[in-house]
């Protein structure tokens, strides 16, 4: 895809491409959610499930693993799942 932002990733934490995603949503109980446009690279905790996201605006996102649901959008003609 069209990545300008390339991970440096200093961290035990292993991420996986998302590139394809144009963006993903993290949605609580109590009715809230997050929108993460355009995310690049996704971790997830094995110990808490807690997500860290890297957007191709370059910024860091964490996501404690309290979150109820999570959608997401493929691009057109991208797979609907990579991981």
Do not use: C, Q
């Not at 991420?15 to 963006?23: K, L, N, Q």
């Not at 370059?58 to 959008?73: C, F, N, Q, V």
């Amino acid at each position: 895809m069209d990545n300008k932002i390339i991970l440096n990733n200093k961290g035990s934490y292993t991420f996986f491409e998302v590139d394809t995603e144009e963006y993903r949503v993290y949605s609580w109980l109590d009715g809230s959610y997050l929108r993460i446009d355009k995310p690049l690279y996704v971790s997830v905790n094995p110990k808490n499930g807690g997500h860290r996201v890297l957007d191709s605006e370059g910024i860091s996102h964490y996501i404690p693993a309290t979150w109820k649901h999570l959608s997401w959008k493929a691009k057109d003609g991208a797979p609907h799942f990579v991981k």
